[in-house]
Nanobody
Framework: QEPLIESGGGLVQAGDSLRLSCTTSERTFNRFAMAWFRQAPGKEREFVGTINWDGRLKFVGSFAEGRFNISRDNSKNLLLLQMNSLKPEDTAVYYC?????????????????WGQGTQVTVSS
């Protein structure tokens, strides 16, 4: 399998926006659901959002509702996470992940391919 590569992280101030990207050269990208997870220092990995194989079904975690949006462009093998109104508690390493099938789920164990992560730091 080809690796997943995240980008777009950085240092921003509270209230700012960031857009994270995840790309791969894997030709089967459009067959699988994708997701974003995050992990803050000293905390467990946390589900951020998921999107099914064709992008028609998606949802985000409760903390992200109204602020984050997950989308994908299968023609470009691209997964996106638009994050608005960022808060200091959003500081974490953000990972994209590929599911074992086309349905998005919250459980990390249902994802079998992970990127290396991109750091997001939100200052107050």
């Amino acid at each position: 399998q080809e690796p997943l590569i995240e980008s777009g992280g950085g240092l921003v101030q509270a209230g700012d926006s960031l857009r994270l990207s995840c790309t791969t050269s894997e030709r089967t990208f459009n067959r699988f659901a994708m997701a974003w997870f995050r992990q803050a220092p000293g905390k467990e990995r946390e589900f951020v959002g998921t999107i099914n194989w064709d992008g028609r079904l998606k949802f985000v975690g409760s903390f992200a509702e109204g602020r984050f949006n997950i989308s994908r462009d299968n023609s470009k093998n691209l997964l996106l996470l638009q994050m608005n109104s960022l808060k200091p508690e959003d500081t974490a390493v953000y990972y994209c992940a590929q599911s074992r099938d086309g349905l998005g789920r919250m459980e990390a164990k249902t994802y079998n391919l992970w990127g290396q992560g991109t750091q997001v730091t939100v200052s107050s």
